[in-house]
C-alpha cells in the first residue's frame, strides 16, 4: 500500500513538473522579449554606426544573441541552486511523509543539461522577433531617431464616453489599445501568477474538505476496533459495557474481487447497519443515503471503473471462507474521497455469506474523559487484533500534511509573486524609459508630479485590475486539471476552491504592483526635465 500511495505522489509531481515549468519559462520569455525590444530601440544609432563600418546582419544578430545568452546562463546558474534547495527540502518531506530511513537528493548531470537547454532555448524563441529586428535594421533608417508613436481614437471615444473621464485617464485608455499585443502580453503574465498562487491555497482546502467530509460527516466514530477474526454480534454488549462507551455499532468487512461485464477491481465489502449513525454513506450531493435492505451502494468512483450504473447487476467473488460468487444489484452510489468500497447491509451481506450474525469490527463512540481508559482496555483484549484512533489518526495526519502543504504553498506563492513582481515592475519600468520625453513634457507644461504618476502608474494599475479576475479563471482551471490529474483509487481531490483562496492570491498580485509603483514613484521624483528633453529621443 505504502508503495501505491508512493507511486501515486510520483504521479502528482510528474504533473506538477510539466504545468509550471511551462507558465515559468513563458513568463521569462516575455519578460525577456520586452527588455530586448527596448535596448534595442534605445541602441538604433549604435546599431546603424556598426553597419556603417562593414558589420554584418549576422554579426549584429549575433551580439545580441550572445547578451541574451548571457543573461539566461546567470538565470540557470540561480536556478540550479534554487533547484537543488527545493529539491533537498523535498526529500526530507518524503522520509517524513513516509517513514523512509533515508533518501538522499541527487541532481543528475543529464537534468541539469535539459535545463539549461530548454531555458537557452526557450530565451531565444522569446527574442527571436526583437533579435532579428536589430539585425536586419537598415542603416540609413536606424540613423533617424524612432518615429513618433501613432495614436488613434479609443473604442471609449468611440461609445461616445469620453466625457465621463478625465485627460490624463484617457490618456491611459489610448496608450494601452495603441500596443494591444504588449498589454495583453503583461494582462497574461499578471494573471498567471495569480492562478499559481491558487494552486497551493487549493491543495490546503481540498485536504480539509476531504477530512471534513470523510471523518466528520460520513465515519463518526471515536474508536475502532478490529477483530481477529469475524465474531458474533452479541460481543458488542460487552463492548457497550465500558465505562465511558456511549454508543457502538458492527460491521463486517470481506475482501472481494468486484465483476462486471469484462471490468473487475479487487477491494473490500462492508456490512454496516442500516440505521447506523456512526457510519454514514453520503450520495455525491453529500446528503445521507439509506441503506437499502437488499442489492450494494458503490463509491462513485469505483462505478467509474467498472462503467457500471445503477440498476445493473454486479458480481461479488468472495476471497476468503468458503469464497462464494454472488450477483447483486447496483441500487445506489455513494461519495468518498479516501478508498474505494461496496457498502450493503450487515444483515443481507451475513445471508449472501452463509455466516449467521457476525462482525468483523466495530465503532465506538467514546466520552472524552474516558476514552484513554477505554484504548488502553480495548488494546489489551485478546481477541482485539488493532484499535484506530480517530482524533489521533486525524492530528497526525494534519501535521504531515501541513508540512508538505505549507512547504508547496510557500514555493507557489513565492514563484506567483516573483512572476507578478517582475512582470509589474518591468513592464512599468520599461514604459517609464519610453515615455521618459512625454512625461518630461507633461512636467514643463505644468502637471503635477503625482498626475504624471497617475498617467504612468494608472495604466499598470487598470492592466492588473483586468489581469486579476482573468487569473482567477486560469488558477480555477488549473486546479481542476490537477484534481482531475490527482483522482486515483487510493484518493480523490475534491475541487474546492473558497473566498479565501482567491482573496489571497489577488492581494498577493496588488501587493506587488503597489511595491512596483513606489519603486517607480522614486524614479519619477527624480526625473531630470531638461536632460530629458535635450535627449534626441
Known amino acids: 500500500m505504502s508503495n501505491r500511495f508512493l507511486t501515486e505522489e510520483l504521479k502528482q509531481q510528474k504533473t506538477i513538473a510539466t504545468i509550471f515549468p511551462m507558465i515559468f519559462l513563458g513568463v521569462a520569455a516575455f519578460l525577456l522579449n520586452v527588455v530586448a525590444s527596448r535596448l534595442i530601440s534605445l541602441q538604433r544609432e549604435q ?112 461609445l461616445g464616453l469620453q466625457r465621463w473621464f478625465t485627460q490624463p485617464t484617457r490618456m491611459i485608455f489610448r496608450h494601452i489599445e495603441r500596443r494591444p499585443l504588449k498589454s495583453f502580453m503583461t494582462i497574461l503574465g499578471i494573471s498567471m501568477a495569480c492562478g499559481t498562487m491558487m494552486v497551493g491555497g487549493f491543495q490546503e482546502g481540498a485536504i480539509k474538505h476531504m477530512v471534513e467530509v470523510q471523518f466528520g460527516m460520513s465515519q463518526r466514530s471515536d474508536l475502532t476496533a478490529i477483530y481477529t477474526e469475524p465474531t458474533s454480534q452479541r460481543s458488542l454488549y460487552s463492548l457497550q459495557s465500558l465505562l465511558g462507551v456511549e454508543h457502538v455499532e458492527g ?47 458503490l463509491t462513485d468512483y469505483l462505478a467509474e471503473i467498472l462503467h457500471i450504473k445503477v440498476g445493473d447487476m454486479l458480481t461479488i467473488e468472495v476471497l476468503e471462507g468458503d469464497c ?18 461496496g457498502y450493503m447491509q450487515l444483515n443481507s451481506l451475513n445471508r449472501l455469506l452463509n455466516e449467521g450474525h457476525v462482525i468483523s469490527a466495530a465503532w465506538l463512540k467514546v466520552d472524552r474523559l474516558h476514552q484513554a481508559d477505554v484504548y488502553a482496555e480495548l488494546k489489551g483484549a485478546p481477541r482485539i487484533a488493532g484499535v484506530v484512533e480517530q482524533e489521533s489518526a486525524i492530528k497526525s495526519f494534519y501535521e504531515t500534511m501541513d508540512e508538505t502543504i505549507l512547504f508547496f504553498t510557500y514555493i507557489t506563492t513565492l514563484l506567483g509573486g516573483s512572476i507578478a513582481f517582475g512582470v509589474v515592475y518591468n513592464s512599468m519600468r520599461i514604459a517609464l524609459s519610453e515615455r521618459n ?21 494608472g495604466e499598470m494599475a487598470v492592466l492588473t485590475l483586468i489581469a486579476i479576475p482573468l487569473g482567477m479563471m486560469i488558477g480555477y482551471g488549473l486546479c481542476a486539471f490537477l484534481a482531475f490529474q490527482f483522482d486515483s483509487d487510493l484518493y480523490r481531490i475534491p475541487l474546492v476552491l473558497g473566498l479565501k483562496v482567491y482573496a489571497f492570491a489577488a492581494l498577493v498580485v496588488i ?20 536632460a530629458v528633453l535635450k535627449t534626441k529621443e
Open 324 to 341: 462464494p460468487v454472488v450477483q447483486v444489484p447496483l441500487v445506489g452510489l455513494a461519495k468518498e474521497y479516501l478508498g474505494l468500497n
Open 47 to 158: 546599431i546603424a554606426g556598426l553597419k556603417a563600418f562593414g558589420y554584418s546582419n549576422f554579426a549584429v544578430g549575433l551580439h545580441y544573441t550572445k547578451l541574451i545568452l548571457m543573461i539566461t546562463a546567470i538565470g540557470v546558474i540561480a536556478g540550479i541552486g534554487f533547484g537543488v534547495w527545493m529539491g533537498k527540502g523535498m526529500s526530507n518531506i518524503y522520509m517524513t511523509f513516509y517513514s523512509l530511513p533515508f533518501m538522499i537528493y541527487v541532481l543528475k548531470a543529464e537534468v541539469i543539461i535539459a535545463a539549461v537547454l530548454i531555458s537557452m532555448g526557450v530565451a531565444m524563441v522569446g527574442t527571436l522577433y526583437a533579435v532579428s529586428s536589430a539585425a536586419s535594421l537598415p542603416p540609413a533608417q536606424a540613423m533617424r531617431p524612432e518615429p513618433p508613436a501613432m495614436y488613434h481614437t479609443t473604442l471609449i471615444e468611440k
Open 437 to 457: 520625453r512625454e512625461l518630461a513634457s507633461l512636467r514643463v507644461l505644468g502637471f503635477h508630479r503625482s498626475e504624471v504618476a497617475y498617467i504612468l502608474l
Open 511 to 530: 501587493g506587488s504592483s503597489v511595491i512596483s509603483a513606489l519603486m517607480i514613484w522614486r524614479n519619477l521624483a527624480h526625473l531630470d526635465m531638461v
Open 251 to 297: 460491521f463486517r468487512v470481506v475482501t472481494a474481487k468486484l465483476r462486471f461485464e469484462h471490468r473487475s477491481y479487487r477491494t473490500s465489502v462492508q456490512g454496516i447497519a442500516p440505521d447506523g449513525s456512526l457510519m454514514r454513506l453520503l450520495d455525491t450531493r453529500l446528503k445521507v443515503i439509506d441503506l437499502p435492505p437488499e442489492g450494494i451502494i
